[in-house]
């Protein structure tokens, strides 16, 4: 079984920064790709930014030079560093991970962290 536990999220102010932490654990051989996404109420979930296990990135363009996504893959673990937030930054952030397991392939979701960008 794959858990993934993300931390970070909070109250922030227009303008500051948040991290976002996400660590996968459990039966795991290895990660492909990993990402993060976001949803508001009654939106369908959307790519934020996402990265391969070589580190190739991808970023939505809403959040091109603000934000920045890395891992750890000694870790299981990927980053948001999230700067220069915005109100309609505000969301539910939730992270994907694609893991091999004992089953096979699958992708694997963690239970989202809530960012609220306000003053």
């Known amino acids: 079984q794959v858990q993934l536990v993300e931390s970070g999220g909070g109250l922030v102010q227009p303008g500051g920064s948040l991290r976002l932490s996400c660590a996968a654990s459990?039966?795991?051989?290895?990660?492909?790709?990993m990402g993060w996404y976001r949803q508001g109420p009654g939106k369908e979930r959307r790519l934020v930014a996402s990265i391969t296990r070589d580190g190739n990135t991808k970023y939505a363009d809403s959040v091109k030079g603000r934000f920045t996504i890395s891992r750890d893959n000694a870790k299981n673990t990927v980053y948001l560093q999230m700067n220069s937030l915005k109100s309609e930054d505000t969301d539910v952030y939730s992270c994907n991970a694609d893991v091999m397991g004992f089953t096979g392939w699958g992708a694997h979701w963690g239970q989202g962290t809530q960012v609220t960008v306000s003053s």
């Open positions: 459990g039966s795991i051989f290895s990660i492909a790709a």
